[in-house]
């Protein structure tokens, strides 16, 4: 009997060696597949990263150059033979972009019906210095009313101009413009704020501008008379829904949205007054500005790019798209009757240089530009209507260097240190820190 339990006792031991070796070979097992399997892992995330990487190089990087309005009255080039070479470091890129501020006038039609008119051949020196891509609506729209939008609008299509911001009508007004490139589709929403004469907005039967209508306590925020400062400033509910449903659109048939707003509101009273006046509202963009660009990248613009004062304004960085609250001038051809205008900071701007990789905002960088306020010949003092050779000579951009373009590019830096955006001076250049929180 005891044999037979010793033999047992025995046995089991041998199953239990057994068992145990059986299970540390499993476990040994298991850990040789695991470590196959972290090292199968591993050499599969280098294969994807580098996969990524090399498609990620082959992505183009698809810049835009950005300028302020362009108020042109006639073919520059003619009066000043080297603005096209003098301008061209500054305009280069697979998109260059304007508002050109003023209303074509054609052979026949009276000068007297508007004050910010330009021939066709304005257009001609616009496409000469390489823009593609034109925004239509501001306040000087309608100077020659539906003749001069109709006007501007066909002058534009037959020199194959990318354009958005005025149309025939509502629908048109409204609708985004592409520009087809060899890197994508740049689409174009335009529109326009304060200022817009009476008849000058488009409906839908008539040729216009596209207006976002900004409202103050019920009544009509259009510049030009005295408003309750509170409350405050809020887009049309009507106008505003619309431009979205624009942008919505734009941002389903185009590889990059571009919006562009010529805007005049800032507070509840004149903008005249406000530039008159020299107040320190003029400097800065508006709260409800700022609240409705951010509802525009919401809806899926890339940039936004504006105008209207005309000063440089702060950038700012919302969601890592940049809003360029104001450009203030590339081209200000402005009768010298225009006195509110002699204050040294509206002859002064910056050309913004933007790059993207895919959809990854890579660079944004400045080149500062000065505007000479003395054209040539002898001004008119007293007719706002002259467009002679003082005027069409006057307001002309070339790159500012030295002390000058330190204090332009350093005004921008002050300008935009509020919304949190970094702007680096390093000489003539200037350039934003997307690397830390912009």
């Known amino acids: 009997m005891d044999e037979d339990r010793h033999e047992q006792n025995a046995l089991c031991s041998k199953c239990v060696l057994y068992r145990n070796r059986e299970f540390v070979d499993h476990v040994t097992m298991k850990a040789k597949f695991n470590r196959r399997r972290v090292t199968l892992l591993t050499i599969c995330t280098v294969i994807v990263y580098a996969i990524v990487s090399a498609l990620w190089a082959q992505t183009p990087t698809f810049s835009i150059t950005l300028t302020g309005q362009s108020m042109i009255r006639s073919d520059a080039r003619v009066h000043t033979p080297d603005l096209v070479s003098r301008t061209a470091p500054l305009l280069k890129g697979d998109v260059i972009f304007t508002n050109f501020e003023a209303t074509v006038i054609e052979k026949g039609q009276s000068t007297r019906d508007g004050r910010f008119l330009s021939p066709p051949e304005a257009l001609d020196a616009l496409k000469a210095l390489g823009?593609?891509?034109?925004?239509?609506?501001?306040?000087?729209?309608?100077?020659?009313?539906?003749?001069?939008?109709?006007?501007?609008?066909?002058?534009?299509?037959?020199?194959?101009?990318?354009?958005?911001?005025?149309?025939?009508?509502?629908?048109?007004?409204?609708?985004?413009?592409?520009?087809?490139?060899?890197?994508?589709?740049?689409?174009?929403?335009?529109?326009?704020?304060?200022?817009?004469?009476?008849?000058?907005?488009?409906?839908?039967?008539?040729?216009?501008?596209?207006?976002?209508?900004?409202?103050a306590g019920g009544k009509l925020n259009e510049s030009t008379t005295l408003l309750p400062p509170q409350p405050g400033n809020e887009p049309n509910a009507q106008d505003k829904q619309r431009i979205l449903q624009s942008i919505r659109e734009a941002r389903q048939h185009a590889d990059m949205v571009v919006v562009y707003q010529h805007n005049h509101v800032f507070l509840n009273r004149p903008f005249a007054a406000i530039l008159n006046e020299e107040l320190p509202e003029r400097l800065a963009p508006a709260d409800w500005l700022k609240k409705w660009t951010h509802e525009e990248i919401d809806a899926g613009a890339d940039i936004i790019v504006m105008h209207g004062v005309p000063l440089v304004h702060g950038v700012e960085i919302y969601h890592k798209r940049p809003i360029f609250y104001d450009l203030g001038n590339f081209i200000f051809n402005v009768p010298p009757v225009d006195i509110q205008l002699d204050e040294p900071i509206f002859w002064e701007s910056v050309v913004a240089h933007v790059e993207f990789q895919g959809k990854n905002l890579q660079s944004i960088t400045f080149h500062p530009i000065v505007l000479n306020k003395i054209g040539q010949g002898e001004p008119d003092l007293y007719d706002e209507h002259t467009n002679n050779l003082f005027l069409q000579s006057r307001g002309l951009p070339k790159p500012a260097t030295g002390d000058q373009a330190g204090y332009i590019l350093q005004r921008l830096a002050d300008s935009s240190r509020p919304f949190g955006t970094k702007v680096v001076v390093k000489g003539d250049v200037a350039e934003i820190d997307l690397k830390n929180g912009n």
């Open 131 to 215: 823009f593609n891509l034109l925004a239509l609506s501001d306040n000087h729209s309608f100077d020659l009313k539906i003749p001069g939008i109709q006007n501007t609008l066909r002058e534009v299509q037959s020199r194959n101009l990318a354009h958005a911001g005025t149309g025939n009508n509502l629908q048109e007004a409204s609708a985004p413009g592409y520009l087809r490139t060899s890197k994508g589709t740049v689409a174009l929403v335009g529109m326009a704020s304060g200022l817009i004469a009476e008849g000058g907005a488009a409906t839908p039967s008539q040729p216009g501008v596209n207006e976002l209508r900004i409202e």
